[in-house]
Every structure is written in C-alpha cells, then in structure tokens.
C-alpha cells in the first residue's frame, strides 16, 4: 500500500525544537522529491520547504516563514522523511503533512502530524 | 515571488450547480497547477494537476483549464460529496498554495 505517515507531533514551548518523522512506503522514495506543507488551525495549506532526491544532489528549498528555523532532511536507508523544527513560534502551530512533489507524478498525502507551540 | 490569488473565498451552490473557481498567478507559470480538494478532518486530495489533466479515479464533472496566469476548476454538476473547500498550487518554482474556496450547501 502507498502510504506515508507522519510521527512526532506535539505540545512544545515558544523557543523549543521538535522533530518530525515521514515513513513511506510503497513506492520509490529514493526517486521522490518530498515536501511539507502545514495547515493551521481554521486556515488553508501552506507549503513549508522541499528536498529534491540524491540523484538531483539532494538540496533544499524553504519558505521565507521557515527558512534558517526549518531543516529538512531525509534517510534513503529508511524510507523516512525528517523536518528538524528550532525557535518554535505560537504561529508554527499546525497540521504537519508530509507530500510528494505537486508535478505530474503520484500524489500521496500523509494523515498529518499536530504541533502545538504553547507555554 | 509568484503571488497566487484565488476566487471567490467561498460560495454556496446547490446540488446540481455548475461550480467554476478562478485561480491567478501574479507571473507566468505555464501550465504547472494543480487543484487539490480538502474535507474537514482529511488530508488533501488531488483532482487535477498540470492544469487539466484529471487524476485517474476522479469523476469527469471535475475539469481544469487555463496556462500562463489564468487558471479555473469547474465542476459541471455538483453533488452532495463535492462541498469542501478547494486548493490551487502552483509549482512552477517553489510551491505556493492559493488561499482557498470555501463550497458549502445553499
């Protein structure tokens, strides 16, 4: 079955870091750019930063929101998407979705992951 | 940066309505758009990507049109499973979601 699954939400203070997880399964995630996109609470999606696959040298793009806070990374051996989360803000808090890339290839949607920055 | 604009932010329309929602990019994207619909509680789903090309599975009431800037979803006949709120995004570059349209019952 295609499927990815987010882990490692939570409640965390302003300032505190949290990472998140991605397991995909089902597909080549070698061969997949992989993205996430957060949804806050009432709000629409916005997308946070990418990471291009190995054979595309593996580099990163943010959004100017995330960018120097947000780091993503990947671990082919394991199939798992990473977003490492520092200087956690109350306006991170949201859905965390994990994605393939929006071009003309599978789309495939992970259930989410709630983080909540509070004190 | 490319700006996305998104229209209208919501509308009520009755089973059976033909639904059309407009999405503009501030610049030329040629024709890498996607349209994706979101239910309450659900991750979203892709209806269209490349601008037109349905994904496989999605009923043929749904159509995209447009390439440059101008881009629309129409839905020929809406039914009861349709009201949701509807995303575009663009990808020509980084990805930038439009601000959504909200469908709901009449």
């Known amino acids: 079955e295609v499927q990815l699954v987010e882990s490692g939400g939570g409640l965390v203070n302003p300032g505190g870091s949290l990472r998140l997880s991605c397991a995909a399964s089902?597909?080549?995630?070698?061969?997949?750019?992989m993205n996430w996109v957060r949804q806050a609470p009432g709000k629409g999606l916005e997308w946070l930063g990418r990471?291009?696959?190995?054979?595309?040298?593996?580099?990163?793009d943010y959004a100017a929101p995330v960018k120097g806070r947000f780091t993503i990374s990947r671990d082919d051996s394991k199939n798992t998407l990473y977003l490492q989360m520092n200087s956690l803000r109350s306006e991170d808090t949201a859905l965390y979705y994990c994605?393939?890339?929006?071009?003309?290839?599978?789309?495939?949607w992970g259930q989410g992951t709630m983080v909540t920055v509070s004190s | 940066d490319i700006q996305m604009t998104q229209s209208p932010s919501s509308l009520s329309a009755s089973v059976g309505d033909r639904v059309i929602i407009t999405c503009r990019a501030s610049?030329?994207?040629?024709?890498?758009l996607g349209w994706y619909q979101q239910k309450p509680g659900k991750a979203p789903k892709r209806l269209i990507y490349?601008?037109?090309t349905l994904e496989s599975g999605v009923p043929s009431r749904f159509s995209g049109s447009g390439s440059g800037t101008e881009f629309t979803l129409t839905i020929s006949s809406l039914q009861p499973e349709d009201f949701a709120t509807y995303y575009c995004?663009?990808?020509?570059?980084?990805?930038?979601f439009g601000p959504g349209t909200r469908v709901d019952i009449k």
């Open positions: 995004l663009q990808h020509n570059g980084y990805p930038l």
């Open positions: 610049q030329g994207i040629r024709n890498d």
């Open positions: 089902g597909f080549t995630f070698t061969n997949a750019w």
């Open positions: 990471i291009k696959r190995k054979t595309d040298r593996g580099t990163t």
């Open positions: 994605t393939t890339d929006p071009g003309p290839i599978e789309s495939i």
């Open positions: 490349l601008a037109s």
